[in-house]
């Protein structure tokens, strides 16, 4: 059974960081892309940023690049989610999916086969 388990969200003054984190388990997902993505309330699901986990290539909305920075690590099968520079903006529900590969962009959540249960950053200006 796959698992995506989401921990490090809290409350952060804006210009401080937070540092999520993602554990996976139940299969291999070399041939997957992992991301995340973020949910405000009353607002759509959208893309924050994505790393192959095959190779490592990183993808970032516009809006975070600069500031955010996902990494993997595939030993403990988790993949991280560095937030410096956190603004106002950011404060949303963060959700890890894996993305197997087919015709949905990795920038569209209706590619990501598995979600996690998401985990609160609230961002205080």
């Known amino acids: 059974q796959v698992q995506l388990v989401e921990s490090g969200g809290g409350l952060v003054q804006a210009g401080g960081s937070l540092r999520l984190s993602c554990a996976a388990s139940?299969?291999?997902?070399?041939?997957?892309?992992l991301g995340w993505f973020r949910q405000a309330p009353g607002k759509e699901r959208k893309f924050v940023a994505a790393?192959?986990?095959?190779?490592?290539?990183?993808f970032y909305a516009d809006s975070v690049k600069g500031r955010f920075t996902i990494s993997r690590d595939n030993a403990e099968n988790t993949i991280y989610l560095q937030m410096n520079g956190l603004k106002y903006e950011d404060t949303a529900v963060y959700y890890c999916?894996?993305?197997?590969?087919?015709?949905?962009?990795?920038?569209?959540?209706?590619?990501?086969?598995?979600w996690g249960q998401g985990t609160q950053v609230t961002v205080s200006s």
């Open positions: 790393i192959r986990w095959s190779g490592g290539s990183t």
């Open positions: 999916g894996a993305h197997p590969g087919g015709r949905y962009a990795l920038t569209d959540g209706r590619g990501y086969g598995y």
């Open positions: 139940g299969r291999t997902f070399s041939t997957y892309t």
